[in-house]
Nanobody, 119 residues
């Protein structure tokens, strides 16, 4: 079955950096677009960034544009989210998700990794 496992979360001071990883298994990774989402306490899950199956197209939420960078390594079945200049409002559980290139919906989700940014 498809598994997405996030790692790299933690506690960091404002202005710091973290790199999240999401390792995928049980799917042909190169056929899937990948996305990162986040959910803060008491809020809905929000889109953060996505990357196409080939890595040629990336999209970012306005709130993270210029600070976060999404990338993927198809040889390692892994997608990354480099987060720089972190702010307290970036505090959330971060989830990776996968959608087949023929689909518009994300059907596979990871369990999430906590990111906490202290002021």
């Amino acid at each position: 079955q498809v598994q997405l496992v996030e790692s790299g979360g933690g506690l960091v001071q404002a202005g710091g950096s973290l790199r999240l990883s999401c390792a995928a298994s049980g799917l042909t990774f190169g056929n899937y677009g990948m996305g990162w989402f986040r959910q803060a306490p008491g809020k809905e899950r929000d889109f953060v960034s996505r990357i196409s199956w080939s890595g040629s197209t990336t999209v970012y939420a306005d709130s993270v544009k210029g600070r976060f960078t999404i990338s993927r390594d198809n040889a390692k079945n892994t997608v990354y989210l480099q987060m720089n200049s972190l702010k307290p409002e970036d505090t959330a559980v971060y989830y990776c998700a996968a959608r087949h290139y023929t689909n518009t919906q994300y059907h596979h989700w990871g369990q999430g990794t906590q990111v906490t940014v202290s002021s």
